[in-house]
T-cell receptor, first 114, second 110 residues
Framework: NAGVTQTPKFQVLKTGQSMTLQCAQDMNHNSMYWYRQDPGMGLRLIYYSASEGTTDKGEVPNGYNVSRLNKREFSLRLESAAPSQTSVYFC?????????????FGSGTQLSVL | DAKTTQPTSMDCAEGRAANLPCNHSTISGNEYVYWYRQIHSQGPQYIIHGLKNNETNEMASLIITEDRKSSTLILPHATLRDTAVYYCIVRGSNDYKLSFGAGTTVTVRA
C-alpha cells in the first residue's frame, strides 16, 4: 500500500519547456489535489478534482493544466514553464464528499525552471 | 472559508509539552479544525481534527474553546522528531479549496 506516489522527484527545465507531473493513489479516494510550496511559505492549491471526471481551479491555477485520467491518477501539466514556477509540488488525495476529510500527501516533486 | 492565525515560530524543550495556539474567530458552525505537520519538506501529515469537543489520539490532543474561536494543539512529550511546521486549518463539508498558510515552525531543543 504505497499511498500517494508522485513522479518524478526532481526535475530541471528550461524556460518554455513543457512537462507533466504524475500522481497516483491506491486508496480508492475520490478527491485529488495539486499544491505548490514556495520557500518559507505554506501550500497553495493549484487545481483539485472532487471526483473522477471533474476538475476545478484552486488559488493559483494560471500556467497549469490538469487531467483526472481515472480514479487513481491526476496529472499536472506545465505547457510553457517559467522561472516563477520553480517550486515544490505536492499531490494529495482524500476520500471526498464528507464532513471529515483527511488529506494524504505524496512526497513531492522539486521543480527548477532556469 | 474561515481564516486561521498562528504564531510564526516557537521553541520547546525535549520531553516537555508543546502547546500550539490557533485563532479561527470566523469559524462557522459546520467547520472542523484540522492540524497537519510538515517535517523538513516532506508532504504534510495529518495529526488530528475536531468540531467542538476535545480530541486525543496517539500523536496529540486538541483543545477547542467553547466559543470555537480558538484551539490549541498539545504535543504531550515533545521529541526532536516533532520539529516541524504545524498547520492549523478549518474546513467545512465539501470545502475542497483548501490552502495551508505559513503555519508555526516548532523547534524542539535537547
Amino acid at each position: 500500500n504505497a499511498g500517494v506516489t508522485q513522479t518524478p522527484k526532481f526535475q530541471v527545465l528550461k524556460t518554455g519547456q513543457s512537462m507533466t507531473l504524475q500522481c497516483a493513489q491506491d486508496m480508492n479516494h475520490n478527491s485529488m489535489y495539486w499544491y505548490r510550496q514556495d520557500p518559507g511559505m505554506g501550500l497553495r492549491l493549484i487545481y483539485y478534482s472532487a471526483s473522477e471526471g471533474t476538475t476545478d481551479k484552486g488559488e493559483v491555477p494560471n500556467g497549469y493544466n490538469v487531467s483526472r485520467l481515472n480514479k487513481r491518477e491526476f496529472s499536472l501539466r506545465l505547457e510553457s514553464a517559467a522561472p516563477s514556477q520553480t517550486s515544490v509540488y505536492f499531490c494529495a488525495s482524500s476520500e471526498g464528499g464528507g464532513y471529515y476529510e483527511k488529506l494524504f500527501f505524496g512526497s513531492g516533486t522539486q521543480l527548477s525552471v532556469l | 472559508d474561515a481564516k486561521t492565525t498562528q504564531p510564526t515560530s516557537m521553541d520547546c524543550a525535549e520531553g516537555r509539552a508543546a502547546n500550539l495556539p490557533c485563532n479561527h474567530s470566523t469559524i462557522s458552525g459546520n467547520e472542523y479544525v484540522y492540524w497537519y505537520r510538515q517535517i523538513h519538506s516532506q508532504g504534510p501529515q495529518y495529526i488530528i481534527h475536531g468540531l467542538k469537543n476535545n480530541e486525543t489520539n496517539e500523536m496529540a490532543s486538541l483543545i477547542i474553546t467553547e466559543d470555537r474561536k480558538s484551539s490549541t494543539l498539545i504535543l504531550p512529550h515533545a521529541t526532536l522528531r516533532d520539529t516541524a511546521v504545524y498547520y492549523c486549518i478549518v474546513r467545512g463539508s465539501n470545502d475542497y479549496k483548501l490552502s495551508f498558510g505559513a503555519g508555526t515552525t516548532v523547534t524542539v531543543r535537547a
